[in-house]
């Protein structure tokens, strides 16, 4: 399983970005899917998963509210819509994969992307 990130930025405070994950192999649909982020200096942290079929998403308290977790199985694909973003919202974003029920931990997820930078300016 190979996994692609794009979509990052540079964005003015209070703008958005939609970052996406693309998922090489046929079976995307058996994976729970996740974005992390780490700053500059910073542990990675958890951001968003969502289920395998979407029906079950989890947010960190941070991004609660202006961030959303989407997939679309038919394009192999997750999305992260970020908006009203916030400086320290900056950091490399990387998406991830595990085959297990939906989890917040890093150490859960198998496969990961490379990571898309993203900045956000005051």
């Known amino acids: 399983v190979q996994l692609q990130a794009s979509g990052g930025g540079l964005v003015q405070a209070g703008g958005s970005l939609r970052l996406s994950c693309a998922v090489s192999?046929?079976?995307?649909?058996?994976?729970?899917m996740a974005w992390f982020r780490q700053a500059s200096g910073k542990e990675r942290e958890f951001v968003a998963a969502i289920s395998r079929g979407a029906g079950i998403t989890d947010h960190a308290d941070s991004v609660k509210g202006r961030f959303t977790i989407s997939r679309d199985n038919t394009k192999n694909a997750v999305y992260l819509h970020m908006n009203s973003l916030k400086p320290e919202d900056t950091a490399v974003y990387y998406c991830?994969?595990?085959?297990?029920?939906?989890?917040?931990?890093?150490?859960?997820?198998?496969?990961w992307g490379q990571g898309t930078l993203v900045t956000v300016s005051s």
């Open positions: 991830a994969a595990q085959s297990r029920s939906p989890s917040i931990k890093e150490r859960v997820y198998e496969y």
């Open positions: 192999g046929r079976s995307f649909s058996t994976y729970v």
